[in-house]
């Protein structure tokens, strides 16, 4: 079991910049291939970004290419999501997952892979 608590968002104006962070308890966080996804009022959850479980390899949806950045802290048991330029299309509440699959898979952008989710965090860009 894995509890997933993010934090840092809040209302920015557009190009402003915020980083939320998710902090894991449970087992161990290096074991998991960590994702980021967001959903916005009357739209479906969307992927992010996602990283692997050393932080080597990441992936991003198109959307965010050159202006968010994933990265992670094992030895603080943490993921992080930088987002620059922040657009007015951006607001939604962000939420990560954890991902425990096996080792030919250094990430996922797929949400049912994910196999545990926090509450979310919300963030707002005024335009």
């Known amino acids: 079991q894995v509890q997933l608590l993010e934090s840092g968002g809040g209302l920015v104006q557009a190009g402003a910049s915020l980083r939320l962070s998710c902090t894991a308890s449970g087992r161990t966080f290096s074991d998991y291939i960590m994702g980021w996804f967001r959903q916005a009022p009357g739209k479906e959850r969307e992927f992010v970004a996602t990283?692997?479980?050393?932080?080597?390899?990441?992936d991003y949806a198109d959307s965010v290419k050159g202006r968010f950045t994933i990265s992670r802290d094992n030895f603080k048991n943490t993921v992080y999501l930088q987002m620059d330029n922040l657009k007015f299309e951006d607001t939604a509440v962000y939420h990560c997952?954890?991902?425990?699959?096996?080792?030919?898979?250094?990430?996922?952008?797929?949400?049912?892979?994910?196999?545990?989710w926090g509450q979310g965090t919300q963030v707002t860009v005024s335009s």
């Open positions: 997952a954890a991902a425990l699959l096996g080792a030919s898979v250094s990430t996922t952008t797929n949400p049912t892979a994910y196999n545990y």
């Open positions: 990283i692997s479980r050393g932080g080597i390899n990441t």
